[in-house]
């Protein structure tokens, strides 16, 4: 089943700890892209998250928020981190001498600084434990959306491929009629300039109209590209990258047939072509 890269998930859960939520925002893109932003108390679960959605997760950018709100009377005591506040007085002194300008911070500016207010007694395992599950809870989600939106998007895809075999089908049934238009045209040019209608000559000079013309192997590669959409469309598997190459085959095909094409309606279902062709590259575009 076909996955998109795009979706969202949220949840929360509450217990003696508090109250925690993720949330998860994933857009396309190439590789897998994790941007975390962590509770400063729960920084030390960085490596824990990036392992789980590696494990899960094959591409996308994903935002990943959580917000944790202790529950009341949990939060511990606060001490002043002496020694860095004592550093950054210091620091503060250097610079001042350096510049020729020297300026005390209050009390209050200093602890804005993070880590000059330290947090003590808070036992923080039974959080980092329910965070860890929360987040496998919150990309069980994440990965249902992405499914269903791929499956969205698998509709889309199988009926611009249904719209291009029609308009092959179109175009086959058209050529005889062009063939025969060109042969016309190409007698009344001669007849027009009174030259010696030799059917020989005129049957060379429509061989190698017919050749410049012929789009058989134009249509042939065209069908068996969609063909080849609609199988890989079937596989269990990321299909994003080989299906936007697809999109460039499909997309030249369309193109040298229009620049061989010598007729109105020829001209037209190459341009309707290139049309459901961009569409669906739009939409490959977005598929994991």
């Known amino acids: 089943m076909i996955k998109s890269m795009t979706a969202f998930a949220r949840e929360s859960r509450a217990g003696d700890f508090g109250e925690l939520t993720w949330e998860l925002r994933a857009v396309n893109h190439r590789y897998l892209e994790p941007h975390l932003r962590l509770p400063e108390e729960l920084r030390a679960l960085e490596t824990g998250v990036r392992t789980r959605l590696a494990a899960r997760v094959q591409?996308?950018?994903?935002?990943?928020?959580?917000?944790?709100?202790?529950?009341?009377?949990?939060t511990g005591s606060l001490r002043v981190n002496r020694a860095f506040v004592e550093q950054l007085i210091a620091a503060g002194q250097e610079v001042g001498a350096i510049i020729g300008r020297g300026v005390d911070p209050s009390p209050f500016e200093l602890l804005r600084w993070p880590g000059v207010l330290q947090e003590q007694d808070r036992a923080l395992d039974q959080v980092t434990a329910a965070a860890l599950d929360l987040l496998e809870t919150a990309i069980d989600t994440l990965l249902a959306t992405r499914e269903r939106e791929g499956e969205r998007l698998e509709r889309l895809l199988l009926d611009r491929c249904?719209?291009?075999?029609?308009?092959?089908?179109?175009v086959r049934a058209r050529m005889p009629e062009v063939m025969t238009g060109v042969r016309r045209r190409l007698a009344d040019r001669l007849a027009e300039l009174r030259a010696e209608l030799d059917p020989a000559r005129l049957e060379q000079e429509m061989a190698l109209v017919a050749a410049r013309l012929d789009v058989d192997e134009e249509m042939d590669r065209l069908e068996a590209h969609v063909a080849e959409v609609r199988?890989?469309?079937?596989?269990?598997?990321?299909?994003?990258?080989?299906?936007?190459?697809?999109?460039?085959?499909l997309n030249r095909e369309a193109n040298t047939l229009g620049s061989k094409s010598a007729d109105v309606e020829v001209t037209r279902e190459a341009v309707e072509m290139k049309v459901l062709i961009e569409q669906m590259r739009e939409q490959v575009q977005n598929l994991e």
Do not use: H, I, T, W
């Open 231 to 249: 199988d890989v469309l079937k596989r269990r598997e990321p299909v994003g990258r080989r299906l936007d190459f697809l999109m460039q085959e």
């Open 59 to 74: 591409r996308g950018k994903l935002d990943c928020n959580l917000r944790y709100v202790p529950a009341v009377g949990l």
């Open 162 to 170: 249904d719209r291009l075999q029609e308009s092959v089908v179109r």
